[in-house]
């Protein structure tokens, strides 16, 4: 080999590396570049995957946090959103009771609807207040039911308030009732043992009763329209040998009590008066 | 030891640009992982800090469906990174060689340096990324860039280099 072939390798050697900066260079903006400027659809769907695969669990972690985060702000919302729904349900129910009161399917006479201010349950005599009183036309007597059943019945009253005598009263409720497709009445009351059971008693034993029959309020109260649901038989048994004595699960939960209905019952100072003159008089015919 | 800082330092870089920059600000892009390629020691040679740009480039492009243009502007910024110290950095800080840190650096020379490589990586890479419009947006991303990248560089490097 000639010499000056050597010194011309060693010189192409020496300029190659002084380029090799140049030409990495450029290799790896072709490279980049390419990517960039053909951006084939495949190549950028492969990305796309590659950068989820990176990015996903942590965007998930980020977006756990974030929710976490806001359930102050989403409960606040909702208590808000809930408070303006009762509101709105206030207001229907009284445009209900308003409008049970000028057709109502049952004939019902509602006198108004009134919110349970004060509703008691865990004595042996229980009471409710509502806000409603005589300016409303509530007086004493009048009888008060919810949308599933009998409740009570006015016992005091004063212009924007009156006091209820609960179903749950064991000195101060007794009302007649019977069972539904039937004629036969007796007494129901409450026993002041388990709140939601009342009894009933005096129901001939001739009757056919069975669990689940429902109960309903009569025509001899003078309180209660009749027809009104109570319950349904729970248990029975036969006492005194001749009747049949009941517990009467009621439809209305007492301890869910919000709205109730005060009705009024037709011609009840005539009827009142009349019984009473009966009474005084002691039925003898003068 | 000093490897597996510098190591850490560019796995921290990363997270906080893909995972927390790129997504806290729409249209706004803040290039902090620039601070990968310019704190690095002087020393280093030309090719070491092309490869290291492209990887770190690349790393983000894959990460925000970048298409290659973080590497190929990154690589270019490395390119030029040399000539651009000895014009911006004192001499002695040239020659005695070392990472590029405010304990080393005169702060004017360090946000000079910083703001100059910031610049000649924001103008092509926006234009491009934009692909040739909307010329405000383009001049406002590349004005937020230049003025907001150096300064979080400048926390990043007083953060990292204990």
Redesign the interface.
Known sequence: MPEDFFDKMKELLLFLKKI??VV??LV??G??????FT?DTY??SK??L??KE??VP?DRFVATFSSYVSLVEKNSALADCNARLISENMELKRLLADSVKAESKLDLPVVCAAKVLKNEYRYENNFITIDRGELDGVSCGMSVIDENGVVGFVSNTSSSFSVVVSVFNKDGFLTSAKLAGTSNTGSLFWDGKTTGILQLSEMPSHIDINVGDTVLTTSYSNIFPENIPVGRIKDFKISEGTFYSAEVETFTDVHKLNYVYVLEVKNKYERDSLESAAKQEGGILK | MKVFGYVLFVLFVLALQVFFLDRMWSGIFISIYLSIVLLVDIKWPVWAMLLLGFIVGGIVDIASTGCGLNAAVTVCLTFVRLPLIKLTLPTLVVENAGPIFTTDVPLKNFFLYLSLAFAIWSIPFFILESGFTSPLAVLIRIVVNTLIGPVIVFLLQLFIRH
């Open positions: 090799s900066v990495l260079f790896l903006e490279i980049s570049f390419y990517f960039f951006k190549m950028l990305y796309v590659i950068s990176i990015t942590f």
